[in-house]
């Protein structure tokens, strides 16, 4: 399903925004700074803050992401659920060590900790391609 | 209207053909990356992991990486002992990258990658200083650290380090920048965690091989290399007891006279110290004329020659002559010069190990080696400070046998013949 | 309700969103160009362009809550303006020009984070046909990243 055309909008580099609900249909638009690709069918997130996201997640796990390609500029829109919380293991620990070795670099590592993981399974992907005029 | 359907199926079946051409060549891109991909892993392993140069390994490494990944901004740095830090130790394509430049684990993607040991591609590096900078801002965070320097380009955008490791041990870091924003995006990390195994391997084999050499030398200062050669061994490791051999050797005695009386005026600093500083004089002659030191005891050398007794012989009038010298020091220093004897015999003597499982030593034996002590003895009673035997003068060439004479016809202990000694002219 | 600092904040190079929901609680994303606010400062008005907005349009009229989503691209400085959606109509000619303005401020740091060819996609947004959405604001939160993240304002 992540195809090789999708995982440049994978790495951090265009900020991506997640759209997440209350179980009461409030909607909730956020910016988050990097989708991690997991495997062909998953994403995760980064908490880092406890914010309203994570707590919509915990009572709506539906989610709709918005990542750009950042050569090509096309936007994609990523139809997702959460399936689980990781707060340990290979997957958490790589994301960590990104957080790590930028935190660092700016002298903040005690401040940066990555408290948590959130992982999505992927149901769909769209093209938004012709949401652009291309020369 | 027959003819219309036929046309657009042929324009379908053309547009079908057209699509699987995309999809063909685009696997076969695939196939030639992961085809070179393989092909590095190959010449990593051959050309690299026989190769004991540390210095080679890391260029060829980084070169290879460079043609097939275009890293072109590459270093490596290895694991200081004892410490959690990695040390620069070779680097491509920097103007001024300085090797020793040192990164603590946890600082940076080289810091990281060397604390949690996997591996870390980092892109888009300006944003995320960024987003970090706002964040710590916004959040009126104060660092209670600095922001640190790092080796590498002052532009950096995109980073890949990995740890290069051998089992579970952390042998050092291969990191590699570019000025792209979302550069490596076409890298598989499996083959560059195997890439990294595999020189982590060829860096510990040639520091491994590197720490051999390095205590070969060590022994070799203390258990002379030249008896190995006798034995015909090739390092230390392969020594046993009994390992033996035998030749024509001519064996040299010398010590000092009364060292005891001069001994006992000294402190023992100054004992340790006047000896080194008489054998800094005297023992390089030795190796001069192709002989080695077999021992020392105290002030005494025993050295043996095993090639030529003509060398023993002019070593032996070299070493006075060093003296004299020696001598010359101490009487400006206010000191007493001192007196030493030299003997010399050759003959058929054994060179071997000798002593108990847990405690050996390299060295000769036989009848000639207590003759040339005895002969030693003898410039005391005779009054000569070199003598060399009958059997040492018979070998000499006619133009340094001119330069002795007979002296005596001595009887020694241990012998039942008599002995004929020569002293210089 | 809508602070004379808040507005300014309005004027930078925005990257601007929308989400909505429908009443199985399905999230939906769309990014909108430009905004209006009314003389009280209790509504805004925000351009969706129909190409991207379908669903979103869909979704606001079986449930009316909107949250919108206002970025700064030079500095991080986020908010998000929730409330209900009162009206959605075609947007007029002045209007399509307020909002290809907004497009038009962020061509510079587009440009400049991510490159020529991007700048040049950022503009080629279509946004005609373009729809108007005017909202009531309820609430007004910071989200810009860091400790304050979602604090409310107002």
């Not at chain 2, 195994?197 to 590197?210: L, R």
């Amino acid at each position: 399903m992540i195809t090789e055309e999708l995982l440049p909008c994978l790495q951090g580099i265009v900020p991506a925004t997640i759209v997440t609900t209350t179980k009461d249909l409030m909607p909730n638009a956020s910016i988050v700074s990097q989708v991690f690709p997991v495997d062909d069918t998953h994403v995760a997130i980064s908490n880092q803050f406890f914010s309203k996201t994570f707590r919509n997640l915990q009572e709506n796990p539906h989610a709709q992401v918005q990542v750009q390609h950042p050569e090509k500029f096309i936007p994609y829109l990523l139809n997702l659920k959460l399936v689980r919380i990781e707060t340990s293991g290979d997957l958490f620990e790589s994301m960590e060590m990104q957080l790590e070795a930028i935190a660092s670099m700016t002298g903040m590592s005690d401040v940066f900790k990555l408290q948590s993981c959130y992982v999505f399974k992927i149901l769909s992907i769209e093209d938004f391609r012709h949401a652009i005029e291309w020369n | 209207m027959e003819l219309s359907a036929a046309k657009n199926e042929i324009e379908e079946i053309k547009k079908k053909i057209a699509e699987n051409q995309q999809l063909i060549d685009s696997l076969n891109e695939k196939l030639q990356r992961r085809t070179d991909e393989v092909k590095i892993i190959q010449s990593i392993s051959s050309e690299i992991l026989n190769s004991l140069d540390l210095d080679r390994i890391f260029q060829k490494t980084m070169e290879l990486l460079d043609d097939v990944f275009g890293f072109n901004h590459s270093m490596i740095l290895l694991k200081v002992p004892n410490e959690d830090k990695v040390k620069v130790s070779a680097s491509r394509g920097y103007e001024t990258l300085g090797l020793g430049a040192e990164v603590e684990f946890g600082k940076g993607v080289i810091g990281v990658v060397a604390n949690k040991k996997k591996i870390l591609r980092m892109v888009g590096m300006p944003y995320r200083m960024r987003y970090v900078q706002t964040v710590t801002s916004e959040s009126n965070y104060t660092s209670d650290s600095a922001p640190i320097e790092l080796p590498g380009l002052k532009n950096v955008k995109s980073q890949i380090a990995i740890p290069l490791l051998l089992k579970d041990r952390l042998i050092g870091v291969y990191a590699v920048e570019s000025e792209q924003v979302n550069a490596f995006k076409a890298i598989d990390e499996v083959i560059l965690t195997v890439v990294g195994n595999q020189i982590a391997s060829a860096i510990d084999n040639a520091s491994a091989y590197k720490t051999q050499q390095l205590l070969t030398q060590a022994y070799s200062r203390f258990v002379p290399k030249e008896l190995l050669a006798l034995l015909q061994k090739n390092s230390i490791l392969e020594t046993q007891l009994a390992d033996q051999t035998q030749g024509l050797y001519t064996i040299m005695f010398s010590d000092i006279r009364d060292f005891t009386n001069l001994s006992e005026q000294m402190s023992p600093a100054e004992n340790f110290e006047f000896i080194n500083e008489y054998l800094g004089f005297i023992a390089p002659v030795i190796e001069q004329y192709n002989g080695f030191i077999d021992k020392f005891i105290g002030d005494a050398i025993m050295a043996i020659f095993p090639g030529c007794p003509s060398d023993a012989v002019q070593a032996g009038i070299e070493m006075q002559e060093r003296l004299a010298q020696f001598n010359s020091q101490r009487i400006e220093q206010h000191k007493e010069p001192i007196k030493t004897g030299i003997g010399i015999h050759s003959s058929t003597i054994m060179a071997g190990i000798i002593g108990s499982k847990d405690r050996m030593e390299g060295t000769v034996i036989g009848d000639g080696v207590n003759l040339a002590s005895r002969i030693e003895g003898l410039t005391k009673s005779l009054g000569h400070s070199l003598l060399i035997s009958e059997a040492t003068f018979k070998l000499l060439s006619e133009e340094l046998s001119s330069k002795f004479e007979f002296l005596a016809k001595v009887k020694v202990k241990g012998k039942l013949e008599e002995v004929e000694v020569y002293k210089t002219r | 309700m809508i602070t004379e600092e808040l507005v300014e904040h309005f004027n930078g190079p925005m990257s601007t969103s929308i989400g909505t929901c429908n009443l199985d609680g399905i999230p939906n994303f769309a990014r909108v160009w430009g905004v209006q606010i009314d003389d009280e400062r209790k509504k805004m008005t925000i351009f969706l362009p129909e190409v991207v907005g379908k669903v979103a349009i869909v979704n606001l009229k079986e449930n009316p809550k909107i949250a919108y989503n206002i970025a700064d691209m030079a500095n991080f400085q986020t908010r998000q303006y929730k409330g209900t959606v009162i009206e959605i109509r075609t947007a007029t000619h002045e209007e399509f020009e307020i909002a290809d303005e907004m497009c038009k401020n962020g061509l510079v740091p587009v440009g400049e984070f991510f490159g020529v060819d991007q700048a040049n996609a950022w503009k080629n947004y279509i946004k005609t046909p373009l729809f108007a959405i005017t909202f009531e604001v309820e609430e007004i939160y910071n989200q810009t990243p860091g400790k304050f993240a979602g604090t409310r304002l107002i």
